[in-house]
């Protein structure tokens, strides 16, 4: 509406009323982007107006340069930086308000929980350096990645090795706890000395609940048919070589300690030579729409290949305050839309539900069902068609 009326205005550019009116549509313009991302789209369409009326106006040969600067200025003010300040308002505002823990904590990196009051790791200390014997979580480092995750359940028929499932999960659970662990297969002693994990060392990861060890071999992965599968192998902490994996810091040199949180590691398959990797892929219901991990084969640096540890108790060493890795406005503002991005992407229809696709929508070609809790419960059709609008 606002542009509508701004086309009116032509002829009275600069009077109030103009001015009321393009400054409007910029706040208009922040508040159709804060409610939705499909916002952009009311943004094209404004931005598309306002290149054509400027494009009018430099060919309008009556009007001065200097003129023509006001009208460019104007409008890269009220509808540029006017909304964008706005926008960036509404998220400082959001971040002062919504400063809690909650169930969605872990689709963030460490350093954001870490400003999250009721997160285990809000003003939270523990030891700085990883050392062997300690009970930690793995996070992938990419925006959205999940911790290091296993679970009672094996790979299904044909999914590889009929072995214990390895994904990623998005939420903070027990079974996201391994022990940090020799090459061999001793389990730590109590009155040993302490031992810290250096940038090269050979490790194993033994699942805390389930007392498997982190395990790759020759299978291909479940979804990234490139890649090989990682599973979790032996009992009660006992196993194989395919078992071992070496740890190294990025940007790292031989002898480097391995920092909790700050350090980005990366963990290579001593038997096949790959990465542990997160591949961002969603699993079957077998798999409990839980994310792929798998052994990539391709070395190269990513942020996919790259991890690091989060939680970590070890009763041998000292605790270090972790105020220091609180990240400023700019990281978080950042961070929060990659991850809403990211979480846009992966929705997926629910069960019997009916998607539809974008040429739809226009013409409400067909309705959704929706599906109750059981078998018993009502269903739901919403019917969209124009010519039940009267019904």
Known sequence: MGLAVIFLYQSRAFSGSWWLWLLLTGVNLAGALGVKFVGLFVILLVGMNTVRDLWSLLGDINLSLVLFGKHLLARVFCLILLPASLYISFFAIHFLVLNKSGPGDGFFSSAFQSRLIGNNLHNASMPEYLAYG????????????????????????????????????????FNNLWFVRNQDFKTENPTDPVEFVKHGDIIRLEHKETSRNLHSHLHEAPLTKKHFQVTGYGINGTGDPNDFWQIEV???????????????????????????????????????????????????????????????????????????????????????????IRGNSGLKPKDNEVSSKPWHWPINYQGLRFSGVNETEYRIYLLGNPSDAGC
């Not at 930690?136 to 094996?154: D, E, P, Q």
């Not at 219901?285 to 996919?304: A, H």
């Open 134 to 173: 300690s009970t930690i979580t793995m996070k992938n480092v990419r925006i959205a990645g999940g911790y290091l995750h296993s679970h009672w359940h094996l790979y299904p028929e044909g999914v590889g090795a009929r072995q214990q499932q390895i994904t990623a999960y998005s939420h903070k659970d």
């Open 250 to 340: 990025c940007g790292g040199k031989p002898g480097d300690l391995v920092k909790v949180l700050r350090s980005k590691v990366r963990l290579i398959h001593l038997s096949t030579g790959c990465v542990l990797y997160s591949s961002g892929k969603t699993l079957p219901k077998w798999g409990w729409e839980q994310v792929e991990v798998s052994c990539s084969p391709y070395l190269k640096d990513t942020p996919n290949s790259q991890w690091n540890f989060e939680d970590h108790v070890n009763a041998k060493l000292p605790n270090i305050s972790l105020e220091v890795l609180k990240p400023s406005f700019p990281e978080i503002l950042l961070e929060s839309h990659i991850v809403m």
